[in-house]
Nanobody, 120 residues
Framework: VQLQASGGGLVQAGGSLRLSCAAS????????IGWFRQTPGKEREFVAA??????NTYYADSVKGRFTISRDSTTVYLQMNSLKPEDTAVYYC????????????????WGQGTLVTVSS
């Protein structure tokens, strides 16, 4: 499996962006695709995840009600609304072949990051 993230950019506070994570290769129903974000000097943190088969979704408390994760047959999306300056980060998508984890160390495959900058 390979993942490719895109859709980052510069947006004003209160605005919206949609990130995409295009997946190539075989993804099984038990797999989870997650979004993480990282700012300089900080650890990579969990943002949201979706279980491929049943499409159950999971969110960090900091983004609940503002971000929505979804997927179609080949791509996982992260719709980000009501963006705040503290959402500024490099966003990564990743594949977890094991039961759902919020720890980046448990994810097996990573896409390249896409930068999201929210101006105040």
């Amino acid at each position: 499996v390979q993942l490719q993230a895109s859709g980052g950019g510069l947006v004003q506070a209160g605005g919206s962006l949609r990130l995409s994570c295009a997946a190539s290769g075989r993804i099984f129903s038990s797999h989870v695709i997650g979004w993480f974000r990282q700012t300089p000097g900080k650890e990579r943190e969990f943002v949201a995840a979706i279980r491929w088969g049943v499409r159950n979704t999971y969110y960090a408390d900091s983004v609940k009600g503002r971000f929505t994760i979804s997927r179609d047959s080949t791509t996982v999306y992260l719709q980000m609304n009501s963006l705040k300056p503290e959402d500024t980060a490099v966003y990564y998508c990743a594949l977890d072949r094991s039961p759902l984890s919020y720890s980046p160390g448990d994810y097996d495959v990573w896409g390249q990051g896409t930068l999201v900058t929210v101006s105040s």
